[in-house]
T-cell receptor, first 112, second 111 residues
Framework: ETGVTQSPTHLIKTRGQQVTLRCSSQSGHNTVSWYQQALGQGPQFIFQ???????GRGNFPPRFSGLQFPNYSSELNVNALELDDSALYLC???????????FGPGTRLTVL | GQQVMQIPQYQHVQEGEDFTTYCNSSTTLSNIQWYKQRPGGHPVFLIQ?????EVKKQKRLTFQFGEAKKNSSLHITATQTTDVGTYFC???????????FGPGTRLSVLP
């Protein structure tokens, strides 16, 4: 196990709703990255947080937002959910920007 | 923007056969990582390659980084049923930037 935890495990929402996903990074890791993984595809980078500041963002609209707390845990918020947002959302923590990424088990989001 | 491609998309092998997956980037990479994702699981880090022409081995797995740092390969010798899963490469163009994942190669091993 990597020590990275995510909650909830599964989530079902309806179109237009908002969702918050949570990630607790491995002890001592100050960097958290969020990825969206659609079925049968590779993880797509959403954004990264380093010491509570956003440090890079992928090609996702502003309704995807995030936060990192002083204890380096993190949240991913998605507003105005769309059907295409259905995916596995993964967070990955690392000790520094260049280091190995340790993935959590993911949150499976289904938008109906 | 940077694109990372992998071939093949799928590979079915008989247990004991060898397997190779190839990763190609549209841009030169500073480093590349390989991950394995079991069905229903999450990506698990396997290795990171940094130097041009670098070759690293982990038991039956051999990883190679191309001389031009635009391609990489993962070779598994004598596959076992425990090797089943999807293998992803992830490349980064510059230090501090995010990693871009390839679409993965799904490996099936028939006993």
């Amino acid at each position: 196990e990597t020590g990275v935890t995510q909650s909830p495990t599964h989530l079902i929402k309806t179109r237009g709703q908002q969702v918050t996903l949570r990630c607790s990074s491995q002890s001592g890791h100050n960097t958290v990255s969020w990825y969206q993984q659609a079925l049968g595809q590779g993880p797509q980078f959403i954004f990264q947080y380093y010491r509570e500041e956003e440090n890079g963002r992928g090609n996702f609209p502003p309704r995807f937002s995030g936060l990192q707390f002083p204890n380096y845990s993190s949240e991913l918020n998605v507003n105005a959910l769309e059907l295409d947002d259905s995916a596995l959302y993964l967070c990955a923590s690392s000790l520094a920007l260049a280091d190995t990424q340790y993935f959590g088990p993911g949150t499976r989001l289904t938008v109906l | 923007g940077q694109q990372v491609m992998q071939i093949p998309q799928y590979q079915h092998v008989q247990e004991g056969e060898d397997f190779t997956t190839y990763c190609n980037s549209s841009t030169t990479l500073s480093n590349i990582q390989w991950y394995k994702q079991r069905p229903g699981g999450h990506p698990v880090f396997l290795i990171q390659l940094v130097k041009s022409g670098e070759v690293k081995k982990q038991k039956r797995l051999t990883f190679q980084f191309g001389e031009a740092k635009k391609n990489s390969s993962l070779h598994i010798t004598a596959t076992q049923t425990t090797d089943v899963g999807t293998y992803f490469c992830a490349g980064r163009q510059n230090y501090g930037q995010n990693f871009v994942f390839g679409p993965g190669t799904r490996l099936s091993v028939l006993p």
